[in-house]
Nanobody, 122 residues
Framework: DVQLQAFGGGLVRPGGSLRLSCVFS????????IGWYRQAPGQERDRVSC????????YYKNSVKGRFTISSDNAKNTVYLQMNNLTPDDTAVYFC???????????????WGQGTQVTVSS
């Protein structure tokens, strides 16, 4: 079974930073990609970023470019999302999911794990 767990969220002030981790199992990362999604109250699920295990290709939605960095530690089956210069608009529950990942964005295979809450507030 494919399992994923996101963690590392918390409360941070505007301009602050957090690093999220997605630990997964049941996947050969080299053959897939992992994406980060987020969902704020009353909002639709938002595609954030993804990274391919095969070649390290990354994608970012425009609003996080230059602020967020996605990376992976393949030996640990972990994908990270370093989030800098956070704003209240980044407040959401963040999820990771197996995805296809290309220059056009992220496309989930529909497998979700437990998310982690990120709250950006003064």
């Amino acid at each position: 079974d494919v399992q994923l767990q996101a963690f590392g969220g918390g409360l941070v002030r505007p301009g602050g930073s957090l690093r999220l981790s997605c630990v997964f199992s049941g996947l050969t990362f080299e053959d897939y990609a992992i994406g980060w999604y987020r969902q704020a109250p009353g909002q639709e699920r938002d595609r954030v970023s993804c990274i391919r295990g095969s070649d390290g290709f990354t994608y970012y939605k425009n609003s996080v470019k230059g602020r967020f960095t996605i990376s992976s530690d393949n030996a640990k089956n972990t994908v990270y999302l370093q989030m800098n210069n956070l704003t209240p608009d980044d407040t959401a529950v963040y999820f990771c999911s197996p995805v296809s990942c290309d220059v056009k964005g992220l496309y989930s295979y529909g497998i979700w794990g437990q998310g982690t809450q990120v709250t950006v507030s003064s």
